[in-house]
């Protein structure tokens, strides 16, 4: 079970990793064809900032952490004691029946009732403690993932980057070798 976990965290490393490496693509494509538009040049930083704030991944596995803070502080909430109170007013009028005689009457009778109920939790078993420290243990989990997305995210970002920069030196280096042997074959 935990290679086909990490069989599927490669599968989607290298999907977000070719996704990022297209968009550069596309952006040094269009950026190199475009002649009369003014070159952006975007440096690791910048793209790193970029990715950071535009990736789902990332959005996600944040949610999903703030999903586990939530839980976790309803879990401790749940220790706390309840609190409940009520109060019923009521008219009658007419023939009825005295709440506090059992009598029959025939006149307007007011009554109320007023009630407060508190309950604490006393003791289960250890079961919220433990429901705590699974919750607080899952938080974070939570947070280790949203890091670890975070830093998968940076480092194909900057694999990415080198990659077009290898790229860019790989074009100018061809750009030399044309001239070169454009030069050897003039003077042959």
């Known amino acids: 079970q935990t290679k086909a976990q990490d069989l599927a965290k490669i599968s989607k490393s290298n999907k977000m990793l070719r996704k990022i490496l297209f968009a550069c693509l596309v952006l040094a494509i269009y950026s190199g064809t475009a002649q009369n538009e003014k070159k952006i040049t975007y440096s690791l930083s910048d793209c790193i900032e970029i990715a950071l704030k ?43 029946i005295d709440p506090y005689t059992n009598d029959i009457i025939n006149q307007k009778l007011t009554f109320s009732n007023a009630g407060l109920g508190l309950d604490a939790l006393v003791f289960n078993g250890f079961r919220l403690m433990n429901s705590i420290k699974r919750d607080r243990f899952q938080l974070q989990a939570a947070e280790m993932q949203t890091e670890e997305a975070r830093q998968e995210l ?17 074009v100018e280096l061809a750009k030399a070798r044309l001239e070169t042997t454009q030069q050897q074959l003039d003077r042959l």
Do not use: C, W
């Not at 999903?64 to 839980?71: C, D, I, L, M, Y």
């Open 54 to 96: 535009n990736n789902l991944d990332l959005k996600s596995a944040a949610l999903k952490a703030k999903t586990s803070e939530v839980n976790f502080h309803q879990t401790k909430n749940e220790m706390l004691p309840t609190l409940n109170g009520n109060y019923d007013l009521g008219v009658s009028n007419g023939r009825s």
């Open 154 to 170: 940076l480092l194909a970002v900057t694999l990415a980057y080198i990659q077009i920069l290898n790229g860019k030196d790989q």
